[in-house]
Nanobody, 119 residues
Framework: QVLLRESGGGLVQAGGSLRLSCVAS????????MAWFRQAPGKEREFVAR????????AYVDSVKGRFTISRDNAQNTLSLQMNGLKPEDTAVYYC????????????WGQGTQVTVSS
């Protein structure tokens, strides 16, 4: 069982930056692919970014490429998402997840952290 807890959300003006963190407990994350998802009000949850268990392979949804950077520290059991150039359309609850990308199976989820970007 992997317990995930996100932090770092908040209210920021358009063009600003936030850094989200996700701390894992209960089990080491080194064997898991990790990802960030987000869900805006009235919309379905969408994939934002992922990083494989080695940290060597990353992927992003097109709308955040060049603005967001995902990273992980397996020694600290943490996942991060650096978000720069934030836009109002980035407003959502952001969730971190752990699982296996090749099985399309993210079994472990955090409770989420709210990111609000004002125009």
């Amino acid at each position: 069982q992997v317990l995930l807890r996100e932090s770092g959300g908040g209210l920021v003006q358009a063009g600003g930056s936030l850094r989200l963190s996700c701390v894992a407990s209960g089990h080491t994350i080194h064997m898991y692919d990790m990802a960030w998802f987000r869900q805006a009000p009235g919309k379905e949850r969408e994939f934002v970014a992922r990083i494989d268990y080695t940290g060597d392979k990353v992927a992003y949804v097109d709308s955040v490429k060049g603005r967001f950077t995902i990273s992980r520290d397996n020694a600290q059991n943490t996942l991060s998402l650096q978000m720069n150039g934030l836009k109002p359309e980035d407003t959502a609850v952001y969730y971190c997840a752990a699982g296996f990308e090749d099985r399309n199976d993210y079994s472990f989820w955090g409770q989420g952290t709210q990111v609000t970007v004002s125009s």
